[in-house]
């Protein structure tokens, strides 16, 4: 059986297909992609998404089904995050969206986000207790898990194009426009750890940001998975890599070997995040996940709970 999977995020799109063999049981990757289309451009200021953004978006949507006709894909299980709960006309973009990708696509809730995302970060992880953490455009996932279970989750309003839209309006940001994010994720970050825990617990970060991050420290000219995905990143060089990006444009931040493009701002609300989680969590080190809700959501679309 061929089956695949549609993650329509805040920021980025991603397509993952693959070959099912049960016996004995494979799973074999057939094609995957992604792409920044930025969702939620303007979401923070109007309630809506732009027509640019639509317009992205049904163009990657397109490009996406060729694709899954390509490889012919039995089964896809699609699901749209953050800024499909909450745009005015989410409802209005969906429709269009299913009619050109030819396949249902159902709205997650936060919780249900987080449980999915769970699911697929751990995929090819040992780690068994600790603090899953996911990025997004629109927001920002954590899940407590044991025995790779989840115990609690929260999902907070810390998305990355949010941020950047509502408080960064300056390239680079200026110290006050700091002071002001990180003011903000702080205490969103500190409520999160009052109630999952505020011990130290070892986390796992997921999504754009955390592999963007490891992409740099590696020093990727070419995006490779088997080099982000379990990759450990230092607290101390994380702080460094921040230090870079506030010194320098969008424009010079996107020459940055590793930088994946449309990130080129967002990367700073995001690796703000990652480090007040480092330091809430008491935690030197930080282990990468390239996988998430994509597989999540295939996983748990084949019945690999």
């Not at 639509?54 to 699609?78: M, T, Y």
């Not at 030819?102 to 699911?119: D, N």
């Not at 194009?161 to 700091?178: G, I, S």
Request: aromatic fraction near 4%; hydrophobic fraction near 40%; proline fraction near 3%.
């Amino acid at each position: 059986m061929k089956a695949a999977s549609i993650d329509m995020g805040t920021n980025t799109f991603r397509l993952l297909a693959v070959q099912v063999d049960k016996t004995p049981p494979t799973i074999k990757i057939l094609h995957q992609d992604r792409r920044v289309v930025r969702m939620g451009e303007g979401l923070a200021t109007t309630g809506k998404m732009t027509p640019q953004a639509q317009e992205r978006a049904l163009a990657v949507l397109k490009d996406f089904r060729k694709a899954l006709e390509e490889h012919s894909i039995d089964q896809v299980f699609a699901v749209a995050t953050s800024v499909f709960r909450e745009a005015q006309n989410a409802q209005t973009f969906l429709d269009k969206a299913q009619e050109v990708l030819g396949v249902p696509i159902r709205v997650v809730s936060g919780e249900e986000e987080a449980r999915l995302t769970l699911l697929g970060g751990l995929w090819n992880l040992e780690v068994r207790n600790g603090i899953l953490f996911d990025i997004g455009g629109g927001s920002t996932e954590f899940i407590r898990f044991q025995e790779r279970k989840p115990i609690n989750l929260i999902s907070t309003p810390l998305g990355v194009v949010k941020l950047t839209e509502a408080l960064l309006h300056h390239d680079p940001p200026t110290p006050q426009e700091m002071k002001t994010l990180e003011r903000m994720v702080r205490v969103e970050v500190e409520r999160v750890a009052e109630a999952l825990g505020n011990h130290s617990l070892t986390l796992i970060g997921t999504a754009g940001t955390v592999t963007t991050l490891a992409a740099i420290d590696i020093g990727l000219s070419i995006y490779d998975h088997n080099k982000v995905h379990g990759y450990v990143l230092t607290r101390e060089r994380i702080e460094e890599m921040l230090k870079t990006f506030l010194a320098c444009t969008r424009e010079e931040r996107l020459k940055m070997k590793g930088m994946e493009k449309g990130r080129e701002d967002l990367i700073i609300p995001g690796t703000v995040i990652t480090l007040k989680a480092m330091e809430v969590w008491d935690q030197k080190r930080l282990v990468v996940s390239d996988l998430g809700l994509r597989e999540g959501a295939l996983l748990d679309g084949l019945g690999c709970r």
